[in-house]
């Protein structure tokens, strides 16, 4: 059973909604309703993309990347959204601490509610 914190892979779209690769995304929460849809975030390994007090880097050393299921350190691109019908995500690769994940997901509702 899927939930909030799990990394997970899916053919992320591009900003102007071409078709992107496969790769990893980080559960932010279902969303209510009766529907099996998901709101994530993308991963990637260019962490040269990472904004400072908004995204998340995720390291080697940090004491959740063995259980991220990441091979490289990646930053959690919180501004990269996107909702997801379940059956669209291939496959659990991981999980992030429940710490990252309350942190990821301050960052983007004080980012909502400025």
Avoid at 8 to 14: A, D, K, S, Y
Avoid at 39 to 64: A, K, N, P, V, W
Wanted: negative net charge.
């Amino acid at each position: 059973m899927r939930s909030a914190g799990d990394i997970v892979l899916f053919h992320f779209p591009q900003a102007d909604l071409a078709e992107g690769k496969l790769r990893p995304a980080l559960l932010l929460g279902e969303l209510p309703g009766e529907y099996d849809d998901w709101l994530l975030c993308m991963i990637s390994s260019q962490t040269r993309h990472y904004l400072l007090d908004f995204d998340e880097i995720i390291r080697d050393g940090d004491s959740d990347f063995a259980k991220s299921g990441l091979k490289l350190e990646s930053v959690i691109r919180v501004g990269r959204l996107a909702v997801v019908e379940s059956g669209l995500l291939l496959g659990e690769i991981g999980r992030i601490s429940n710490e990252r994940l309350k942190r990821i997901k301050s960052h983007l509702a004080k980012w909502l509610s400025e």
